[in-house]
């Protein structure tokens, strides 16, 4: 009784920090710190660590290392002794999900659907209020002076990934019920101008209504002028272009322009773990949370190395700047990471061909690669689960033995 509980117990502690991601109080996300604080002492009065020789446990044991070294490079700094906790937790939570003897319940995906379309309809929601008493949705994101509940857009959106999870479960409920749920995420990703969200929604309408028979499809054809018509302005017209400009024309130093920004972190980046004039950093990185202030010089050399004047920016801009999951995993934790990354991404492609959800699962992986390029979620611990490879097939309910035994 006391297995099946702790199970329930689990899984609404999950659902609970997927419906909290992309929320911040008082510009934190302390409330997953909270979550899997409470589940880890919980645990450890019922269960036994049992630790698993895999992939997902090097990472963590990388992770909590440079959490630790990110902690002394802060000069001991209290605020940063929270990764080392955050780390610990969250390995916790996932490597007891990891047990071949966890399975999901059978519901639990009915639940996960049910708060995604409530966040949404929240996040729509409050948008329209603030448009409506004249304040621009966009302010309500950090850095302007109306903020004060959500991140970015496409760091709030970023829990509708798990919509590619739910497609089989979708399926099965009744048509007018998938209709409403995608004009609901087409909807929010449009006003909010999200595009990689928009990318992940278009994915997913994509896999809902493959299968259909040409009368079901109806209601869509005679849709999809409306629909294509709004897509096309939304393209033309947005910084959805950028995207088109920074393939065509990445080293156009026009800002606002394209994607270069964004495009020069990856860059710095992915130059800084293969350059072993860096030795011994370029293997482990600089320690958690420590991107902001050592990717800038990274940069800075890059722009150097291409011959790229940017007028418009003062180097001490580059001194404390945020960045993209990717960029900031890597200089945290170094090319050991990505090599890791790496291992695990090949596993899940491979795995995902023995399964009867292949394409779902690799529309999938498609959405977290570009999502670590897009944003910074370093702080959500639901993150970390899709790099738990087996915790992911779980979710998928792939019931391939290797998928269930990962790595060991």
Not at 138 to 166: C, D, K, V, W
Not at 271 to 277: A, G, H, P, R, W
Not at 351 to 371: A, E, H, K, P
Request: charged residues 15%.
């Amino acid at each position: 009784m006391i297995a099946i509980n702790f199970k329930i117990f689990t899984e609404n502690l999950l659902l609970l920090s997927i419906f909290l991601s992309g929320f911040l109080f008082l510009g934190y996300t302390l409330q997953h710190d909270i979550i899997f604080l409470f589940f880890s002492i919980v645990f450890l009065n019922y269960k036994r660590i049992l630790i698993y020789k895999n992939l997902a446990t090097f990472l963590f044991i990388l992770l909590i290392i440079n959490s630790v070294r990110g902690f002394i490079n802060f000069d001991f700094d209290l605020q940063k002794l929270r990764w080392v906790l955050f780390f610990l937790t969250t390995f916790l939570f996932l490597n007891y999900i990891s047990h071949t003897s966890f399975t999901f319940s059978n519901n639990f995906n009915k639940k996960l659907i049910k708060i995604l379309v409530l966040k949404n309809i929240i996040y729509l929601i409050f948008g329209i209020s603030a448009e409506i008493i004249g304040i621009s949705r966009f302010e309500l994101q950090p850095g302007h002076s109306h903020s004060f509940l959500f991140g970015t857009t496409a760091y709030f959106l970023f829990t509708n990934i798990f919509f590619l999870i739910t497609v089989n479960d979708l399926k099965k409920v009744k048509y007018w019920k998938k209709l409403i749920i995608s004009t609901l995420l087409l909807t929010v990703a449009i006003y909010y101008e999200s595009r990689v969200s928009l990318i992940v929604t278009l994915l997913f309408m994509l896999l809902l209504f493959f299968e259909f028979k040409l009368k079901k499809l109806i209601p869509l054809i005679l849709l999809a002028p409306i629909v294509i018509s709004i897509l096309v302005s939304y393209i033309t017209f947005s910084d959805f272009l950028k995207i088109y400009n920074t393939v065509v024309s990445p080293y156009d130093s026009t800002l606002g322009a394209n994607d270069f920004d964004r495009f020069s972190h990856i860059v710095g980046a992915s130059n800084f773990v293969f350059d072993f004039n860096n030795f011994p950093y370029n293997l482990m990185g600089y320690g958690a949370r420590t991107s902001s202030f050592t990717i800038g010089n990274e940069i800075i050399n890059y722009f150097g190395s291409i011959g790229v004047d940017f007028k418009f920016f003062n180097e001490s801009e580059f001194l404390n700047i945020g960045t993209n999951s990717y960029s900031g995993l890597l200089m945290d934790n170094g090319l050991i990471f990505l090599i890791i990354l790496l291992l695990i991404l090949y596993n899940i492609v491979r795995i995902s061909f023995t399964s009867d959800n292949t394409l779902n699962i690799l529309s999938f992986t498609l959405c977290f690669i570009l999502y670590l390029f897009v944003i910074d979620l370093r702080d959500l611990p639901i993150l970390y689960l899709f790099l738990s490879s087996t915790v992911l097939f779980k979710l998928f309910r792939n019931k391939s033995k290797d998928s269930l035994d990962l790595y060991r």
